[in-house]
């Protein structure tokens, strides 16, 4: 027959491994720091000059929806860049919008970008009748306002890779100045 087991001794035992654990993963901690994480929403270190604001990437129609709902969107302009995200035109048209915006004097102008691959966001863009990558749909009050499609990229194939950013701007512009 076997030997019952001392149950003080087992308790003991696993206070010491935990402690022993603990000691090494502290230890590690302390020798291999990490390293710091890049910033969540564009720009990083330079300081704006105006009042737009950028807002961190849609991934969901709910998520749209909250925004939509915030009181810097439902008294202001938004503009959704909707957008692949990787795609050379894509990414162009987005890091355009957040410096135009960015620097924006109009009080509460923000911009969101929506991302379309994996097709979690093809709700919004029926809604929004988007039906070229990349676009950006102007929403005045929440309500679709305006879109501007660079003419010479069109869609996110095509051999041109940077947007206009000076008609973009003056598209903005204009969007800005009618109330």
């Known amino acids: ?14 206070i010491g491994i935990f402690a022993a654990a603990a000691i090494g993963l502290f230890l590690y ?37 909250l925004l939509l709902s915030s009181p810097a969107s439902s008294h202001g302009t938004l503009f959704a860049t909707f957008v692949r995200l990787g795609e050379t035109p894509s990414n162009s048209m987005a890091t355009n919008m957040w410096e135009i915006i960015r620097n924006v004097e109009t009080q509460n102008t923000g911009t969101v970008c929506i991302e379309l691959t994996g097709g979690r966001n093809d709700e919004l ?8 990558i990349p676009s950006v749909v102007a929403l005045k009050k929440t309500l679709p ?28 512009e ?5 109330r």
């Open 1 to 14: 027959m076997s030997e019952p087991v001392n149950k003080p001794t087992n308790r003991l035992l696993g």
């Open 29 to 65: 901690a302390k020798n291999k720091p990490l390293k710091n994480s890049l910033p969540i929403i564009y720009p990083p270190d330079t300081p704006a000059k105006g009042n737009g604001r950028v807002f961190q990437t849609i991934h969901t129609p709910e998520e749209f929806d």
């Open 125 to 132: 863009m029926r809604r929004y009748i988007v039906d070229k």
């Open 145 to 172: 306002y305006d879109i501007y499609v660079d003419e010479k990229v069109q869609n996110s194939n095509t051999d041109i890779n940077n947007v206009d950013k000076e008609k973009l701007r003056e598209w903005v």
């Open 174 to 178: 204009s969007v800005l100045s009618k």
